[in-house]
């Protein structure tokens, strides 16, 4: 107990640091810039932003949401992400205690709120969020499975990721403007990471994402947000859909499946 509430607050404080680098990857990957150089600078006034500036959620507060050189606002989606990010990685500390995975989980949310804050502005699940993900979750769960002595998980994470991208891949073929490729791409990640936690998380995950879906759909609609017509992406459902999958999955599952989980 004591245990995990040390790596709880060491992931926290990991997480608003990554949430920070987030941001510039939600800005940038986009418009097909280097998340690398230059360094970050006041979209505004241009001033390139001081060590002292680039606290994560500790400046934006003590310059209370403005630029120190031309005062003009930075959006308050930065500390948010920084905090939603923060937050993930303890939810991820909590539910995994102190285990070889958890790396992998951070990383795997971290990538999921990226993709999802990039789907909401510019309708896109971009392949250079998604293979940098892939490229590093496979080496961080391999080196799981070598230091638990357990190998299942990553034939389960194998087979789950393979399974969710055909399903997904199916969706697409037969509703190509309902359902993006990289959306695909996106469920092969999820099938990736829930299959590692069991099989019947994947299929958990993806039910998951179109049940939120569809209520925040028909919730849009009804509060006239937005019509029927409209487009909304689907990244940010499978990403909400894999994330409750993770955290509280085994509970639902237990609920619905009873003594046989
Ligand atoms: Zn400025």
Not at 120 to 139: A, E, K, M, Q, S
Not at 156 to 183: E, K, Q
Not at 211 to 239: E, Q, Y
Request: proline share 6%.
């Amino acid at each position: 107990m004591a245990v995990t509430a040390v790596v709880a607050v060491i992931s926290g404080i990991v997480g608003l640091c990554v949430g920070s680098f987030l941001n510039v990857v939600i800005h940038r990957v986009p418009l097909r810039q280097s998340v690398v150089r230059p360094r970050s600078h006041c979209p505004q006034c241009d001033t390139q932003i001081d060590d002292r500036d680039n606290i994560p959620l500790v400046s934006w507060i003590l310059l209370r949401g403005r630029c120190r050189s031309c005062h003009a606002r930075i959006p308050v989606r930065y500390p948010l992400v920084e905090l939603a990010s923060a937050a993930l990685f303890v939810a991820a500390a909590v539910r995994l205690g102190a285990s070889w995975d958890l790396p992998a989980f951070c990383v795997f949310f971290a990538s999921l709120l990226t993709v999802s804050v990039i789907d909401l502005d510019h309708f896109i699940i971009p392949n250079r969020v998604i293979y940098p993900t892939l490229v590093v979750l496979g080496p961080l769960l391999v080196l799981a499975a070598a230091l638990d002595g357990r190998w299942r998980p990553l034939i389960d994470a194998g087979l789950g990721g393979a399974a969710a991208f055909v399903a997904l891949f199916l969706v697409h073929f037969i509703s190509p403007r309902g359902m993006g490729f990289g959306d695909v791409r996106l469920a092969g990640v999820i099938g990736v990471m829930l299959g590692w936690l069991g099989l019947r998380y994947v299929p958990l995950g993806l039910f998951l994402a179109f049940l939120i879906a569809s209520v925040v759909g028909v919730g849009l609609i009804i509060t006239r947000i937005r019509s029927r017509k409209d487009a909304v992406p689907f990244g940010p459902f499978m990403a909400c859909g894999a994330v409750v999958a993770v955290l509280w999955g085994h509970a639902i599952l237990h609920l619905y499946l009873g003594s046989r989980v």
